[in-house]
């Protein structure tokens, strides 16, 4: 453990003191850390910023031994667990064949980590395909090979809500992901350089049909009995029976939408340019290098913040301080700004950067909108045309060299106009059974995203169909967003349920 | 203006391509922005970041001739608004006193920056007080020496809601603030140095005490008609009162509350955070340097997002991309992005870094409960008592050296004990005329906060007050909390009506 005691609180310090620390690799040596004044005559004395001192020291210990490949040695007897996206115990998938991508740009090859869970029966046909959000790992529940517990752990299993004794479960690791699956942190077969902020942006569609190569490939299945996943997972739930609506039996979205909407993508938004704005981010090239934990802190806070609600905090946390015998300071203070600042600081090189920029940003891009689809799947046949005619692939459109200008042209849908067209594109999935679920608290994905999915599904006639429309209220869970992790046993039956 | 061209697509790029940069200082020399490899034999094109090119040239711009005192000429003819944050136009009073503060601290003399509309009757009793929000001036209303819209333009006014041909209406600068009111960007007289981060924490409370020295030395009243002030002004409203019970007939409070919740602690804390981590801030001393304009930024966009509703942004942006005929790009790409993107970068350079972290945490410590209150009038106290007995203000307690671990025990009471203590602060206004605004879909200061203000007034029992409560419903403002700058129909009329 590093112990550490920051800056001084009297008149005259001159650097920062630093009790013994003790790495693996090597002592460092601390220079003064910022450039700040550091006469102290005026009326009252200068504050501290311990909460800046840690992150510096952090970039230090980092700048030491940074090794993106393997673990930070230096770290892992550090303040902070090592870094450690590479996840263990799944099997991958590789396809030598290229994918191309509804925005233009191409994988020449790529692979999928996944995990499995139960028997694949006789008939291949119990296969249920679970989707993730946005930064998990195809590590759903423990299992012989990594028996760590998953993100879904009791959700999943023998008797439980996606029962191992009758289905075989599937989780993978999304494109575009880190954790075994082939993304920005993957190398280029093309130039064996890492693919960075070259690597292509990518959709949730685009994710999904990765998926669907892995399912037959793998398995030889043509058909699987049941999608299903929450948050972005109930994007792709929605997204694989889009793409192959013969291919799939029974849908269940939860806590997603149809489309992303603007507060979910102001949301992201910032996020993604706290993250950008990190010097350390270096325009998507830090492996090798000090990688950008501060953006990557921060922008997990701001996420923290929108997949919990208010009055959870109110009940959890209060207006209680983290040490009230302190005095107020602008470094974390109240309780759920250390809670939030532990949330930042644990994620913060768990995952990477790159894939958190693309993850999130096909999150904002997810829409099954007639229209949009329509585009996304000529812009792809587009790109697979000019690649299997040996002409280059220009993708001049995929790089904006310009500052985007609002062109007032663009914004002239109206609601109506974009219901319909929403109308167009689930005309698709009209025939299936479908069950969607949504919880009050959520901030998010409001509640009336989840809404809207199923509005609009019912007002497209199908009578051989099994709609279902479950939500929970304020009353039964506070949790927001993160209900579908914390509060499995209230939707869990109803899933079961519908599952058969 | 700037004419900006940024990164080529040319396969081969070596540096920035620039067209002809006019400033009125000094032609920039471009070196390449970032250490980006810049090989690009890959399977995709690198993408562009055309918004962090325009971050890093403002950097520039700013590092060649940055003047905090004065204007920032050589951005007056570039693309941003000058670094204005010197408003003309308002009156100063000026106190010699010092003033200590509830947590510590105290400034040995102060100015208070304000203007004025109507005139003070004979009976000096027609004064009204309103209080503003986090980043507002004292500019509420246009007047003859500075005729640019005030933030309340058509509240205030001969014949409108609160009427200047009754009323004498006093709007300030907040102390903290950075309008011509003693904030951190101020020099300290004990060292004619920038106070900076030397600046003691202080509190909505401390703000209100400031302003009463104004009211009774400029004006030689000892009681004003009302006061009012929606967000961080809601605040003051009721803290005006119980600081003052007996100097004020009524009181107005919109979209605010009478203690700062976790939730909303946790939305501001994410904005200090990510200003603070701006290398540019400095731990606070930026002055006669490069502000932390990025900070600040992308601050605002964070607030921006907490000012608004899903539903207003659903209806004026939609799923509308700025320039739909560009390909998707992780800098600012849908409507909702770009309008953020301004948002930030308008405010930038026109608030004081260091002013938006002390007001924004003033808000946080904003707490009326019994027990809150008590322990900041004994520091202040204690530190007064210092003060005159001329020993030197220890104030260990107000610079944290350490990060703040959290103290289980500082957790255990319980939302019904907290719920009793603010209460017993309460109690002390029981007796005024409180009218209480809310707003259904404002989320940084969700309707439940002000229905608390009203239930908890309601449950003191008193015959001779009048309690209001006044709640814009969504279908009446989707403006969230910025309705009280929007929407001021719907509320204006009962204010004017309560006011008598």
Redesign the interface.
């Known amino acids: 453990m590093i112990a ?6 009297s008149k005259n310090f001159k650097m920062l003191k630093l009790s013994t620390i003790k790495f693996s690799t090597a002592r460092i040596t601390h220079k003064p850390i ?4 550091i ?14 001192d ?2 510096e020291q952090k970039t230090q210990v980092l700048s030491g031994s940074c090794n993106i490949e393997g673990n930070v040695n230096s770290l892992e007897n550090g303040p902070e667990p090592s870094y450690s996206f590479v996840q263990t115990g799944f099997k991958t998938y590789k396809s030598h064949k290229p994918i191309f991508f509804d ?6 090859e790529y692979e999928i980590a996944y995990e499995t869970w139960g028997q694949l029966n006789a008939e291949k046909d119990n296969i249920i395909l679970v989707h993730t959000g946005l930064s998990a790992s195809s590590h759903a529940k423990s299992q012989v090979d990594n028996e760590k517990p998953g993100w879904w752990e009791k959700f999943i299993g023998s008797g439980k809500y996606l029962d191992t004794d009758k289905y075989f479960i599937i989780c993978t690791n999304v494109l575009g992901g880190c954790y075994g699956s082939t993304g920005p942190s993957s190398k ?4 064996n ?1 890492y ?7 990518i959709t949730v569609n685009d994710m999904v049909r990765a998926q669907r190569e892995l399912i037959r490939d793998e398995f030889g299945v043509s058909k699987i009995h049941a999608s299903i996943g929450a948050s972005m997972g109930g994007m792709q739930s929605l997204a694989y029976a889009w793409e192959f609506p013969d291919e799939v039996e029974k849908v269940i979205s939860i806590s997603g939408c149809a ?5 979910s ?3 992201r ?2 996020q ?3 993250l ?4 350390n981010w ?4 830090y492996y090798d290098k000090i990688p950008p934990h ?1 953006g990557m802190k ?1 922008a997990r ?2 996420a923290t ?1 929108t997949y919990r ?2 009055p959870e ?26 809670y ?2 532990h949330a930042g600081e644990k994620f913060c090189l768990e995952y990477d950067a790159n894939s958190l ?1 693309y993850v999130s ?1 096909a999150m ?2 997810f ?1 099954l ?1 007639s229209s949009n689809r329509e585009k996304a799947l000529k812009t792809r046949k587009s790109t697979e045309d000019e690649f299997f005619n040996h002409t280059p ?1 220009s ?13 007032k042209t ?2 002239t ?1 109206t ?1 109506e106009e ?1 219901l319909q067209d929403l109308k167009n594109g689930l005309e698709k999935i009209a025939h299936k059974d479908v069950m969607v679920v949504g919880v009050e608290s959520d ?1 998010l994905f ?1 509640v009336w995203q989840q809404r809207e999915i199923f509005d609009v599904l019912s007002s497209i006639e199908n009578k051989e169909r099994n709609l279902k429309y479950f939500e929970l209220g304020t009353d039964i869970s506070n949790y927001g967003h993160d209900t579908f992790l914390l509060s499995i046993d209230h939707f869990g039956p109803a899933v079961k349920d519908f599952l058969g």
Request: charged share 20%; with cysteine; glycine share 8%.
């Open positions: 550490w005691k920051g800056l001084g609180t910022s450039t700040t004044k006469t102290n005559n005026g009326s009252n004395p200068q504050m501290a910023f311990p909460c800046l840690k992150l925005h233009g740009g191409y994988l020449p280029d077969p093309a130039n350089d693919y960075g902020t070259r690597f292509p942006i489309r992303s909407h603007p507060y993508i102001a949301l938004h910032t993604r340019q706290v950008m704005s990190d010097p270096n325009r998507g090239f501060i921060l806070e701001i913040i609600s208010g905090w109110e009940y959890r946390f209060g207006r209680n301080r983290a040490d009230d015998s302190k005095s107020p300071a602008l470094c974390p203070d109240f309780l759920v700004e250390t939030l600042d920029l940003k904002d891009l829409d909108s692939t993708q001049s459109t995929s790089v904006p060299p310009e500052p985007y200008q609002e062109k663009s914004a849908v609601p974009s901030i409001p």
